[in-house]
């Protein structure tokens, strides 16, 4: 089951680029390392660069992603494996298919069928489900012939989802205690223990496929998006066309086609008038204006012009931008500091 994007945030255009980890050999200089993309003989490539701009790990991997755990998610000859933060290979195997570690464990599969690794690279739950999720508050969901179903980290089932059809189930991850999990028409919360809550039916997944964030969730009533709190009070009126999460005590919302934010009170902080916005992340959100990408800040003042043709979230001081046909770092006060 893949995880559900939201197009507008444009998150997986810039997903690549975003990413992060903590190495021990760059602490004093940079606590996180950011992947690269360059052009090699021919091909282009992945490798990691530091704060400064300084390539620390050479541009060799055919996909690089952010590092969880002390480890990163590579790609070499078309197979998965992890690098820690010198750049060894943990582990004697690649695999057709892993994700990004969560919670100590990563999802991978063999020989068409789901299991999960452990930091050392070695199989934790074995590859025999036919379906699964990444752990999310110590649970993932999996399929084990025709039943959905709930495991802790040690492989024990917590419960059934018995929701409908298994082929057209949908299933959020666990979010402050609780998941959104419904089928093509109707959504419900589910708590820890596999019981519906609230007892309120929702007409999409959409913006709750996301769950409860700082306390919230958005969720559609009658057509129109507000917010919920986690005893299923509404506690933010359904006015808006589209609602995502809060993060960092902002979420966009979208009213006439165009996007601005919200405080957790309600309040409008930013007017909607973007085509398209991200979350604030170290008091900045990258917007588009004119068909170009900027950066505001939390008062909503464009403080780097919309002059980029993509743009990702500000990570430990540097945002992943591109101009043209230029893949490019800069900082806070809009200075490159790597270009390829």
Known sequence: MQRFVIRSVFYCMIAVMTFSFVSCNFLKKSSTLHPFAKVVNGKRVYGYINNSGQEIIPAKYEMAYHFKDGLARIKINNAYGFINANDDLIGDKLFRFAD??????????????????????????????????????????????????????????????????????????????????????????????????????????????????????????????GYINTEGKVVINPQFDYALPFVNGFAPVRINNLWGFIKNDGTVVIEPKYLSVGQFHQKMAHVTADNKFGYIDTRGRLVIPAEYDLAGDFLDGIANVKKGSKDMYINPMNVIVWQN
């Open 100 to 225: 990004d570690f969560s919670e100590g464990l990563a999802l991978f599969e063999m020989n068409e069928r789901f299991g999960f690794l452990n930091t050392s690279v070695e199989i934790a739950i074995k590859a025999k489900y036919r379906n699964a999720r990444s752990f999310s508050e110590g649970k993932a969901a999996v399929r084990d012939k025709e039943t959905w179903m709930f495991i802790d980290k040690n492989d024990n089932k917590l419960f059934d989802l018995d929701y409908g059809n298994p082929w057209s189930l949908r299933i959020g991850d666990f979010k402050e205690g609780y998941a959104i999990i419904g089928n093509d028409t109707d959504f419900n919360f589910f708590d820890t223990q596999g019981k519906r809550v609230f007892n309120t039916m929702y007409p999409t997944f959409g913006a709750g496929s996301s769950g409860f964030s700082e306390g919230l969730a958005a969720v559609n009533i009658d057509k129109k998006f």
